[in-house]
């Protein structure tokens, strides 16, 4: 990348909060992943369906870090089922869909898987799919491009 393009970059932190609209969920903290190419989103009672042959997928998310209050039944187009390999090697076959999420002043569209990140310390990784051409990650920093940073 050349350094012209670097300096329209905007910069995030490692970790971030972030809006999914469509999800109802604002505010929300994610971890900047390089390492993922994929976005994932922690998710419970995940259930595919058809309705005249057109397939979707319900799932139930959460607003609040470590507590299940306020949780969110949502029901949203599936894009494909992908096989995401964690950082432990493991692979998953996981449903995938598309929804518009907000970082800073950036609103834009991305791919999110969905899984149980229950045990996981952050409830949402934020990939390098959705970061490329957008954002350079400064990992020695959280917040740059929260709604509170004033960004």
Same mark, same amino acid.
């Given at each position: 990348?050349?350094? !012209? /393009?670097?300096?329209? +970059? *905007?910069?995030?932190?490692?970790?971030?909060? %972030?809006?999914?609209?469509?999800?109802? @969920? $604002?505010? $929300?903290?994610?971890?900047?992943?390089?390492?993922? =190419?994929?976005?994932?989103?922690?998710?419970?009672? %995940?259930?595919?369906?058809?309705?005249?042959?057109?397939?979707?997928?319900?799932?139930? &998310?959460?607003?609040?870090?470590?507590? /299940? *209050?306020?949780?969110?039944?949502?029901?949203?187009? *599936? @894009?494909?089922?992908?096989?995401?390999?964690?950082?432990?090697?493991?692979?998953?076959?996981?449903?995938? &869909?598309?929804?518009?999420?907000? &970082?800073?002043?950036? &609103?834009?569209?991305?791919? @999110?898987? @969905?899984?149980?990140?229950?045990? +996981?310390?952050? =409830?949402? +990784? #934020?990939? =390098?799919?959705? #970061? !490329?051409?957008?954002?350079?990650?400064?990992?020695?920093?959280? $917040?740059?491009?929260?709604?509170?940073?004033?960004?």
């Amino acid at each position: 990348m050349t350094q !012209k /393009k670097q300096e329209k +970059l *905007k910069i995030v932190g490692w970790r971030e909060k %972030i809006h999914l609209p469509e999800f109802g @969920l $604002y505010n $929300y903290k994610v971890k900047v992943d390089t390492g993922a =190419r994929t976005s994932a989103i922690h998710a419970e009672d %995940i259930k595919m369906f058809e309705v005249d042959g057109k397939r979707y997928v319900s799932f139930t &998310v959460f607003p609040n870090q470590k507590n /299940k *209050k306020d949780s969110r039944r949502l029901t949203f187009p *599936k @894009l494909e089922k992908r096989t995401i390999r964690s950082s432990t090697g493991r692979e998953t076959l996981r449903p995938v &869909v598309v929804t518009e999420i907000q &970082v800073g002043k950036e &609103v834009f569209e991305i791919e @999110l898987t @969905l899984v149980n990140r229950a045990t +996981l310390g952050f =409830r949402m +990784l #934020l990939g =390098r799919t959705a #970061l !490329k051409g957008r954002f350079m990650v400064d990992s020695s920093s959280s $917040y740059l491009q929260s709604p509170s940073s004033g960004n």
